[in-house]
């Protein structure tokens, strides 16, 4: 019902399942599809350019700030992460739904810089379940999986900076929540235009006048 | 995530499938019950006592308005409506969401004096086809017809009251996005409890107290 698609940034603690959650959305839901990031840290297993990230080295990464060709950019644990604008706006400007699967230092930026976006905060079950999915992962050394534990409670408690809340305990749950979420915001009133109702035989032509004074 | 339900409040002309889409959630989305109005007008084929209104005589109904039973009521086009308080209260107390089917006059009522409800309207896929399904509906006069249909488009333009828009065209996915929106607002950060989060241990204690100051 309206031109634009709904740009939604998820965000949450490093961990917390956020990428697995976006690409089920996209896989599942259509007219939704994945902003994919830059970043100057190095591919982990199964990792593919192009598809998780945009792999490069930091040189390239400069040139990109440089070129403002970034909507966000963030130095987390000491890699680079930049969210490349064109493509976003492209696809919002086709209708088309962005999810934005980024960090919470990110995600301010995003806030303190986009109109009109989403924010949806992932968490774990519970601090202890995270540590036990970052240990799995092992791709941390102990204290940094503290040091990403602390963190992780100090963006949960800033939860509200968020619009939406989402509890990754059981993946399918979470799916859907976030399912959810999209599909509802595409219907809010605020996405609507009076246009729309005219064009669609929903209102008199006088009634019209009235919306358009 | 959080102690009360949600009161949605889903509006929209007569004829437009409200009463339907309402059935449909209840049925299919656990933690959802419909708040069942008392109305003076007589009941139609199919339609049980207690299940779609309480049919009542006037001087019943003119009773519970002076008890102050009713959240709100209205008289539409001879008959009234109204919603009961008491077990719209005990459900949200329960953590239930609680859908309210009711005319526009009764939803801007419930504007004026509920706060944190969600409001739901909707709208046919245009007047023409509502037309068609009052026709069909057989219940109301050519005139009476004319009458509701110039009043739809009223209240369609007016659609900036109501939080969603939901345009009815098609059942499954009017129902999916009615579905949605309650999915979605359980998950809202706005309903979150901070108390929640400590108690799942979501947040460490030092940031525990740091939300509390």
Redesign the interface.
Known sequence: ?SANGVLVVVSGPSGVGKSTLCKNIVTQVPGTTLSVSYTTRHPRPNERDGVEYYFVDDARFQESVREEAFVEWAEVYGNKYGTPKRQLLEALQKGIDVLLDIDAQGAKQIMERVAGAVYV?V??????VLRNRLCRRASDTPEEIERR??KA??E??N??A??????NEELLQAT??L???????R????R?DPEF?VE?????P???K??AT
């Open positions: 019902m905060f968490a774990p079950p519970s601090l202890d534990l602390h409670s100090d949960i408690a939860f509200k968020y619009h939406y809340f989402v509890r859907k929540e399912e959810s979420i999209i599909l509802a915001e219907v809010k009133t605020n609507l109702l669609n035989g929903l209102v008199e006088v009634t019209m009235k919306i």
